[in-house]
């Protein structure tokens, strides 16, 4: 059975501290995403990796960054929380047929 | 214009209903559809891919018109358990890469 994970499903964070959210699939997929999701904005990109080291921005990059150092695991860095960076955060994993397949989220809440 | 429009509901049925969404696309070059299902507070899940002939899934039916550049989704004999937030999805590419690009959902509500 497919499995992405999630580091935490909520946090609690302040402004201007750094946050890390962590994403870890087991299909061995070559792309991963970040997501975030907001009441009638549906699912925003933030990044996508297709390749270990290797990141590409999506549609809202700014005030994030991501990694990826290993294969299965791909991160979120906020390097100073805001927050208008309040939301649900979605990460999810593909091999090349499309199809994606979401860790369960993170809903963050920057004070 | 949003590169994927719906109809964001709620669509409120009774059980046993036939119901049906709409979602139309902007990109003409676009190449793979999709459903996902959303409950809520949980993650997106793939109901289904759309294909260009069509496709059946047991109560589910996707459409797709090229033409017109729309996709549907019907529903029938529709249980409690279908209730949830049904996501459009199409393909674009970005910079060479192919990525997803979510529609807002539409809500359907399948009542006693």
């Known amino acids: 059975d497919v499995k992405v994970t999630q580091s935490s499903r909520y946090l609690v964070k302040r402004t201007g501290e750094k946050v890390f959210l962590e994403c870890v699939q087991d299909?061995?997929?070559?792309?991963m995403f970040w997501y975030r999701q907001d009441p009638g904005l549906g699912l925003r990109l933030i990044y996508f990796s297709y390749d270990v080291k290797m990141k590409e921005k999506g549609d809202i990059p700014e005030g994030y960054s991501v990694s990826r150092e290993k294969k299965e695991r791909f991160s979120l860095i906020l390097e100073s929380a805001s927050t208008n960076q309040t939301s649900m955060y979605l990460c999810?994993?593909?091999?090349?047929?499309?199809?994606?397949?979401f860790g369960p989220g993170t809903r963050l809440l920057v004070l | 214009r949003k590169e994927v429009e719906q109809d964001p509901g709620p669509f409120n049925v009774p059980e046993g209903a036939t119901v049906a969404f709409n979602c139309t696309y902007s990109n003409s070059a676009s190449q793979s559809f999709f459903w996902y299902r959303q409950d809520c507070r949980k993650e997106p899940k793939l109901l289904m891919s759309v294909y260009s002939s069509g496709n059946e899934d047991g109560r589910f039916t996707a459409q797709l018109n090229r033409a017109s550049q729309y996709i549907s989704l019907l529903i029938r004999d529709s249980k409690l358990s279908d209730s949830a937030t049904y996501l459009c999805?199409?393909?674009?590419?970005?910079?060479?890469?192919?990525?997803?690009?979510f529609g807002t959902g539409t809500r359907l509500l399948v009542s006693p």
């Open positions: 999805v199409v393909n674009a590419l970005n910079t060479g890469f192919q990525k997803l690009v």
């Open positions: 299909m061995d997929h070559e792309n």
């Open positions: 999810a994993s593909s091999s090349n047929d499309l199809t994606q397949y």
